[in-house]
């Protein structure tokens, strides 16, 4: 077990109880603590018995507990799922992993399918990889929501796309899952020419079958690299394709509309950069669940500039240029428009810069994929603001390590220039521009 604690919250129930960092939880009402979910499920009641063995004497401590129904021990644990994670055994046709280079950092290469990460940070499973014990695991301990890769709902699509003889049964997993009040949340790989058009219509309608257990679909295009050699050959969305792709869930996303309010299927913002169409409107997203696909992101960074730009000050000046992939230039330099024109004297310049990605090919577009090589040499040839903003998701979560291992001091060495990480939604650009910026 991997319960080591490596944080005690101050003020927490763990902190009066004199627990410390590097003690251990072994168990809580005399059952085992083997992961997050038996902690979370376990310590949801008003009195719980802990048992917790000492870093310093290795004692084991038995301590009772009266608390709210929700209340937290108020610990963190060195390992975020106090287990190893559930790799993946699929082989998938678009896999992403299947498409890195050699040499880059091995936690890279690992492949998880775990229903637990699903739950905790939102990462998508296929159920492929999961026994019936583990099914009823999530229905018992009410793990939910989470998220599904479905890619078809065909058996034979489905088997042939994820390599795996026993993925056609995803619909059978997923209609007990529903029937036992679990919450959904599903995701479509399009790879064309294998589960989009009249595939993908079908897969849709099947799912919707469990609306509003499946609480909604989301649509991304295949991400491909350079590097397939000797993978599964695909194609990608162009203009017409990505188009066709749009118009041929119109109708059915009018229905759906028709009948509960919501498009249930939606296409990530990609399909609508690639068919040079506008995003549809706001009212369309509903409440945004969807921005980690990709899915109305657009919309949200328009959003949040016509909400805050009334924050830019007048009286100061300054310079910075945004960096961006190819998929989300126009916005970008769209956005820098209206910055640059809102400060009545002119003196606050935004310049966006496109970066071409180089180290994983030119049909890779996204922001997000972008490394800290390609904007250090693709900077290199300009003439640099003052200032460099970079979108927070081209970093590994919580760090400031891109995918390539290079950190923002490596940037701020190489461009001689101060790097400031703005949230990709855009909502705290303006706060970083009036913080940066000069008074005149």
Known sequence: MNNEISRVLPESIAEELGIEVGDKLIKINGSPVNDIIDYRFLMADEYVVI????????????????KEYDEKLGVEFKEAILDHAKSCRNKCIFCFIDQLPKGMRETLYFKDDDSRLSFLQGNFVTLTNMSDEDIERIIRYRISPINISVHSTNPKIREMMLNNRFAGNVIERIKRLASNGIIMNCQ?????GVNNGEELINTVKDLFQFYPSVQNVAGVPIGVTKYREGLYKVNTYDSRTAEDEINSIKKLQEEYISKTGTPF???SDEFYVLAKKDVPESDFYGEFDQLEDGIGMIRVFRNNIADTIVNLKDNIQGSFNLVTGVSAFNEIKEAAHIINNKNKNNNVKIS??????????????VAGLLTGSDIITQLKTLQLEKYIIIPKNMLKSGTDIFLDDLAIKDLETAL???????????ED???IINTYCEEE
Do not use: A, H, M, Q
């Open 51 to 66: 048992e917790i063995e000492k870093n310093s004497s290795g004692e084991i401590w038995e301590l009772e507990i009266e």
């Open 265 to 267: 299927i939606r296409l």
């Open 416 to 426: 001689n220039r101060k790097v400031l990480v703005c949230d990709y939604t855009g």
């Open 188 to 192: 479509i790989v399009l790879c064309p």
């Open 352 to 365: 966006p810069v496109k970066i071409i990605n180089k180290f994983f090919g030119e049909t890779i577009t």
């Open 429 to 431: 650009l303006i706060d």
